[in-house]
């Protein structure tokens, strides 16, 4: 059984940083794409960022040149650093993995970490 479990967040200044991380655990498996979601209040899920296993990036417009994400291969964790944060960066953040085991290809999802950005 394949867990992600993310952590960071907070409540922050706008200008702040902030630091999510997540970890994959359990065994017999190997994953792909890592990637960080956000849900902001009343709004869809959305892409913010994603790397590949070999560390290629994309992030969403929104979030270019403020947001850098990075994975460690051998900790099976993916971290997002949130740099000059702004208000309509507060959502709900999810790290989602695809991950290859025995039963397949399958998405994965974190619990979610409210991210908070006020005066």
């Known amino acids: 059984q394949v867990q992600l479990v993310g952590s960071g967040g907070g409540l922050v200044q706008p200008g702040g940083s902030l630091r999510l991380s997540c970890a994959a655990s359990g065994s017999g498996f190997s994953i792909n794409t890592m990637a960080w979601y956000r849900q902001p209040p009343g709004k869809q899920r959305e892409l913010v960022a994603v790397i590949t296993s070999g560390g290629n990036t994309n992030y969403a417009n929104s979030v270019k040149g403020r947001f850098t994400i990075s994975r460690d291969n051998a900790r099976n964790t993916v971290s997002l650093q949130m740099n000059s944060l702004k208000p309509e960066d507060t959502a709900v953040y999810y790290c989602?993995?695809?991950?290859?085991?025995?039963?397949?290809?399958?998405?994965?999802w974190g619990q979610g970490t409210q991210v908070t950005i006020s005066p």
């Open positions: 989602n993995a695809v991950i290859t085991n025995r039963d397949g290809v399958r998405n994965y």
